[in-house]
């Protein structure tokens, strides 16, 4: 059955390559962007906004159900991703990843239920991080907010059923992080206990399965190479 399909942070990388997978599967696609432009050809309906406005992302999910012609997924991909730690820590860098990356995607699972009405049904999906098992010293105020997110799944399963099915997918190691030099990627892969970077087709075969599986809800999808089962220090070579 087609989808409808809402990504928020979907006009590059991984949530480009997650709009990219349901539009080849015949699924109808919205990409949220902030400032990033989808490539032209990608043939997804594009809705902008900055997810930091507590107003945007139930406006975005209106949006795309109008835009749809209803909602059946939403994809909370969108991220701040940024360094600190416990020493560097200051309120404005955790205030601004904690209204990103948790924030935001409560309000846009709370503005999809409310778009459900009485009869309809979806699944929403939170993208969180591995680190939430193993967290490292370094991105404290990311990986804090990526651990509440996927805190909240099971919370808002259970008050959202049966409406509304919610999870997340933890990936491991997809893509070069900013900074990061050539080939780090693959040398880190190959530290993981599978040997191998996670690839971005890989993530969206979780979110299919996730889509397909009409009775799985409250759980965490781990795509991460194993790496969730290591502390990361033995992996990175340092906390
Ligand atoms: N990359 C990895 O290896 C990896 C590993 C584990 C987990 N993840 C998770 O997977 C997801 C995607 O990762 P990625 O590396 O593809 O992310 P990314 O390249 O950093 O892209 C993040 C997206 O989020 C959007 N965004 C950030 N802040 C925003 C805001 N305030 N309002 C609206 N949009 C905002 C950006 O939009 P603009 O570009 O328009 O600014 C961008 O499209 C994230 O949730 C991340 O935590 C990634």
């Known amino acids: 059955m087609a989808e409808r399909i809402l990504i928020t942070g979907g006009a590059r990388r991984l949530g480009l390559a997650l709009a990219r997978a349901m539009l080849a599967a015949g699924h109808r696609v919205a990409v949220h962007t902030r400032m990033t432009r989808p490539p032209a050809d990608l043939g997804a309906v594009v809705l902008q906004g900055d997810l930091d406005d507590p107003s945007v992302p139930a406006r975005v999910v209106g949006e795309a159900h109008a835009r749809l012609g209803g909602l059946s997924v939403l994809v909370n991909n969108a991220a701040r991703f940024e360094p600190d730690r416990i020493g560097t820590l200051d309120a404005a860098s955790f205030d601004a990843h904690m209204a990103t990356n948790l924030r935001a995607p409560l309000l846009a699972i709370q503005a999809f239920a409310a778009a459900l009405g009485e009869d309809g049904t979806g699944l929403a999906v939170n993208i969180v991080d591995q680190k939430i098992r193993h967290p490292g010293a370094g991105y404290l105020s990311y990986t804090l907010s990526k651990i509440a997110l996927e805190g909240a799944v099971r919370t808002l399963a259970a008050a959202l059923a049966p409406r509304l099915r919610i999870a997340a997918i933890a990936p491991g190691i997809v893509y070069e992080s900013t ?24 993530v969206a075969a979780a979110l299919t399965y996730l889509i397909e599986t009409p009775s799985v809800t409250g759980e965490t999808l781990f795509v991460d190479s194993g790496e969730a089962l290591r502390a990361r220090s033995v992996i990175l070579g340092a906390s």
Do not use: S, W
């Open 179 to 202: 900074g990061m030099k050539p080939g780090r990627l693959e040398t880190l892969g190959e530290r993981l206990p599978l040997r191998r970077a996670v690839r971005p087709e890989e």
